[in-house]
């Protein structure tokens, strides 16, 4: 089936830094990727829309200056958590699916990345 | 606008036993329903889905059912095994094209 792969799976870090998160269609082409955030005992919250070489598309709330969302090949996106403050701390999911960007083939979703900011 | 709604958890249950896990929705237009499953340690994997009306899907003994007059996707197993302890999440795709909308998420235990 198809395999998504999300690294890392776990990031500590300190105020202030930056934190890049990958996410990897191994066995397809990732069309359209989504990033979720997940709070605990919440749902996943969708962040933001990205299709293969073109902007991503925020949600309403989501600074986009805060989470940028690269998307430059077919099998890569990554989320970059900019100048990460505790606040920021969470499960990051992303998904990907193939297809164009009506398609309705299945997302296919990473293991996650839990962020934790001191 | 968009949302989904299924039962608060833990819902715990001895092997064997019928399990029900309700989830309804708030949709304009035609959505496809799923539910998802996420075994510990692991990604949310698909369980099933619908994508019209009275449509039903099926898979690994779990069953639900596009209820649109009832706005409804219950998700259902006639007896659970210790190894279907995880959590489950009902999600919409309003249309083509769009990301899937979660529920919040139901926790499964099952105790042998």
């Known amino acids: 089936g198809a395999v998504v792969s999300q690294h890392p799976s776990w990031v500590i870090c300190k105020s202030g830094t930056s934190v890049k998160i990958e996410c990897r269609s191994l066995?397809?082409?990732?069309?359209?990727m989504f990033w979720y955030r997940q709070f605990p005992k919440q749902s996943l919250m969708l962040m933001a829309t990205?299709?293969?070489?073109?902007?991503?598309?925020?949600e309403q709330g989501v600074e986009k200056d805060k989470f940028l969302i690269n998307h430059a090949s077919l099998t890569l996106s990554t989320l970059t958590v900019t100048s990460a403050h505790p606040e920021d701390s969470s499960f990051y999911i992303c998904?990907?699916?193939?297809?164009?960007?009506?398609?309705?083939?299945?997302?296919?979703f990473g293991d996650g990345t839990r962020l934790s900011i001191l | 606008g968009n949302s989904v709604t299924q039962m608060e958890g833990p819902v715990t249950l001895s092997e064997e036993a019928f399990l029900t896990i309700n989830c309804t929705y708030t949709?304009?237009?035609?959505?496809?329903l799923f539910w998802y499953v996420q075994y510990p340690g692991e990604g949310l994997q698909l369980l099933l889905k619908?994508?019209?009306?009275?449509d039903k899907g099926s898979n690994k003994g779990f069953e639900a059912t596009y209820r649109k007059e009832t706005t409804s996707f219950h998700l259902e197993k006639g007896s659970v095994q210790v190894s279907d302890s995880a959590v489950y999440f009902c999600?919409?795709?309003?249309?083509?094209?769009?990301?899937?909308?979660f529920g919040k998420g139901t926790t499964l235990s099952v105790s042998s």
């Open positions: 998904s990907a699916r193939d297809g164009g960007q009506d398609s309705n083939q299945p997302q296919h």
């Open positions: 949709a304009t237009g035609y959505p496809s």
């Open positions: 066995d397809f082409q990732a069309t359209t």
């Open positions: 619908a994508t019209k009306a009275d």
């Open positions: 999600a919409l795709r309003p249309r083509a094209g769009t990301a899937l909308i």
């Open positions: 990205s299709n293969e070489g073109s902007k991503a598309t925020y």
